[in-house]
């Protein structure tokens, strides 16, 4: 059964860093593309970015470009984005998720076929 769990979201005050993590099961976390999204009150689920397989390929939302770093331990069947410079539009749940595909590569949530509860990050001003 595969599982994702999302760990350290939280508080931050605005141009503030926070990392959040994903740890899996189920699957053999080594051989799928992972990838962030995240949903704000009352508005879609977004992307925010995708790591391949082996972590030398990613690509992130181009808002983001700059202030986010997706990465992965396959040793550890961990997933990690780091956020820096977080703005109060950057509140929102974030959600690790397994891509259906192994070779997929791609920023469309269709595309993704498990998916973590979620973690709370809520930035202040």
């Known amino acids: 059964q595969v599982q994702l769990v999302e760990s350290g979201g939280g508080l931050v005050q605005a141009g503030g860093s926070l990392t959040v993590s994903c740890a899996s099961s189920?699957?053999?976390?080594?051989?799928?593309?992972m990838g962030w999204f995240r949903q704000a009150p009352g508005k879609e689920r977004e992307f925010v970015a995708v790591?391949?397989?082996?972590?030398?390929?990613?690509y992130y939302k181009d808002s983001l470009k700059g202030r986010v770093t997706i990465s992965r331990d396959n040793a550890k069947n961990m997933l990690y984005l780091q956020m820096h410079n977080l703005q109060v539009e950057d509140t929102a749940v974030y959600y690790c998720?397994?891509?259906?595909?192994?070779?997929?590569?791609?920023?469309?949530?269709?595309?993704?076929?498990?998916w973590g509860q979620g973690t709370q990050v809520t930035v202040s001003s």
């Open positions: 998720a397994k891509s259906r595909d192994p070779t997929m590569i791609d920023g469309k949530a269709s595309e993704y076929d498990a």
């Open positions: 790591i391949t397989r082996s972590g030398s390929i990613t």
């Open positions: 189920g699957f053999l976390f080594s051989s799928y593309a």
